[in-house]
């Protein structure tokens, strides 16, 4: 059924006919554990754990909170390959900037809005037990129920087929669709147990100028992995390690005097990307010259070696 959120957001609720038993406890406590035993499982990972039982609810969101944020999102259309027209930005807000604007003192008009996209991270044998292709696209849809001229089938043939295309030079890519093959991904691509995730964490989801406090810029490392996650009927996360970025915890706060730690990625060689990139515009910069910077929004990860 369809339940009306706003005139901004629709969300498309159904609840697929095949019937599972999983324990999501069980699973937080045994394969997290194992794997990553020093690190803590994020806060917005844990939102989204499916919750334990037999029938698995799908949200698929016909327009996000966060388009037209500022915060750039991922695949072909994004960073590098993504010409001035195709990145959605919102007028006012901060979209790119410098890395050497990572620095105490300095303000930018930031928006990190609480993302509609409450899509559920399914354990693996249930995620591999559904059909993610475009190839059967048809069985897809027919699972939830969706109608193939919709905006949701639309959705859907979108993300899956981002997930299948080759990723942009200097990308690895996969789209994790459980919560052990996230962790798979990211420790496979980082070579080791020892990682720390971070996220975005925001008190308040207002658009309006933060300052970065004192000694509020952390470099957490010049390799990782970055996690985000997509517009599917459950949890979908795109997840790529790109060259030659560095990661960023940047410590602010805001007009009103609330605060936010969020995430920045500093790409610091840009002269692959496309010559007209709005970044290039923005910064008024060209490609390969200085490293460019952007937020990530609060359902992105970032996996870093500790």
């Known amino acids: 059924m369809c339940k009306s959120k706003s005139p901004q957001s629709r969300l498309f609720t159904i609840a697929i006919l095949r019937s599972y ?3 999501t406890e ?6 997290w554990q194992s794997a990553l035993p020093n690190t803590r499982l994020p806060k ?15 949200d698929i969101n016909v327009k996000t909170t966060l388009e037209g944020s500022g915060l750039p999102t991922i695949g072909k259309d994004s960073y590098g390959a993504a010409a001035a027209g195709k990145v959605q930005v919102e007028p006012g807000v901060t979209a790119f900037f410098l890395e050497n604007d990572l620095h105490s003192g300095k303000k930018m008009k930031l928006h ?4 509609t996209n409450r899509g559920k991270l399914l354990p693996r044998k249930v995620a591999e037990s559904m059909p993610f ?21 639309e959705i859907l043939r979108q993300t899956i087929e981002e997930c299948e295309q080759a990723g942009i030079q200097g990308e690895d890519k996969y789209c994790a669709t459980s919560l052990e093959s996230l962790v798979d991904f990211c ?10 995730v971070y996220s975005t964490e925001v008190d308040k989801e207002t658009k309006q100028e933060y300052k970065i406090v004192g000694k509020g810029v952390k470099n957490i490392g010049d390799r990782s992995v970055v996690c985000h996650k997509q517009n599917y009927a459950y949890a979908v996360f795109y997840c790529h390690e790109i060259q030659a970025t560095r990661a960023y915890m940047v410590s602010m706060v805001a007009s009103d005097g609330s605060k936010a730690e969020a995430v920045a990625v500093c790409h610091t060689d840009t002269h692959t990307w496309n010559h007209n990139h709005f970044a290039f515009q923005l910064l008024k910069i060209k490609p390969g010259t200085v490293p460019i910077c952007h937020f990530l929004p609060n359902d992105s990860l970032v996996w870093v070696p500790n």
């Open 21 to 23: 038993a999983f324990n």
């Open 26 to 31: 069980n699973l937080k406590n045994s394969y």
């Open 44 to 58: 917005s990972l844990q939102k989204i754990l499916q919750p334990d039982g037999r029938v698995i609810e799908a």
């Open 112 to 115: 990190f809005p609480k993302t």
């Open 133 to 153: 292709s475009t190839t059967k696209l048809s069985e897809i849809l027919n699972d939830f129920r969706v109608q193939p001229a919709s905006v949701e089938a």
């Open 187 to 196: 420790v496979s691509k980082l070579g080791n147990k020892n990682i720390k």
